[in-house]
């Protein structure tokens, strides 16, 4: 079955600076996508960015990349130059494709970005 | 170009009431997903549909718990008889088609509060 693991309930970073939110999935499938979504504390769930799974570069949004590394099945977002607005929590998120396209979402991690 | 609506924004029951969650995808989008977040975790996939068609349920709880989404008018999650577990935040999600890779679009949320 299809799982995404997010092993960092936590994160700080220094405002200024860079971070990375780590997640690793697990699938057997060949076809699929890789989410990233941030929820600050208002709650709504906010779209970063998508990788899918026969993209050869690494998706970028911005301030936001994905480092993709198939191989290792991780889909780690890297926030650069990180603002205080940052602080919120982020869930990675993937999609089987072809079937009913529901997204399975990791436990999340809480990012916290101080002056 | 409104986004995904969802109302109420805020919902508090008793114990045993019914709970009637709306959501009106956004213009154009024909595919609604529902998914609930327990405090302190991931959304959880409840039920996918498309219009007057409910597609994957594979999510939603045997008992209470019934999705619809009518040719006419708002996609509606109805809870029966609520309990305390039932309090969540409720998200509907939307897409023009299933296999799109930006194709989500999340609602604000329902936080739904079984006193």
């Known amino acids: 079955a299809q799982k995404i693991t997010q092993t960092q309930p936590g994160m700080f970073v220094q405002e200024k600076e860079a971070v990375t939110l780590d997640c690793t999935y697990d699938?057997?499938?060949?076809?699929?996508?890789l989410f990233w979504y941030k929820q600050p504390s208002s709650g709504e769930m906010i779209f970063l960015i998508y990788?899918?799974?026969?993209?050869?570069q690494n998706a970028t949004e911005g301030r936001y990349s994905l480092n993709f590394q198939k191989a290792r099945k991780s889909a780690n977002l890297v926030i650069s130059a990180s603002q205080l607005g940052d602080s919120a929590m982020y869930f990675c998120a993937m999609r089987e494709e072809g079937k009913t396209d529901k997204l399975i979402f990791g436990t999340g991690t809480r990012l916290q970005v101080f002056p | 170009n409104a986004g995904v609506m969802q109302n109420p924004r805020h919902l508090v029951r008793r114990r045993g009431q019914e709970a009637r969650l709306r959501c009106s995808p956004m213009k154009g989008h024909s595919h609604v997903y529902w998914y609930r977040q327990l405090p302190e975790e991931g959304l959880k996939f409840m039920v996918y549909?498309?219009?007057?068609?409910?597609?994957?349920e594979s999510g939603m709880p045997k008992e209470r718990f019934s999705a619809e989404f009518p040719k006419e008018g708002p996609s509606i999650l109805r809870i029966q008889q609520v309990v305390r577990g039932d309090s969540a935040a409720y998200f509907c999600?939307?897409?023009?088609?299933?296999?799109?890779?930006?194709?989500?679009?999340f609602g604000s949320g329902t936080r739904l509060t079984v006193v």
């Open positions: 699938t057997s499938d060949q076809s699929y996508g």
């Open positions: 549909l498309q219009k007057e068609n409910i597609i994957d």
């Open positions: 990788q899918g799974s026969y993209d050869e």
């Open positions: 999600a939307s897409s023009p088609d299933s296999h799109l890779n930006y194709g989500y679009t």
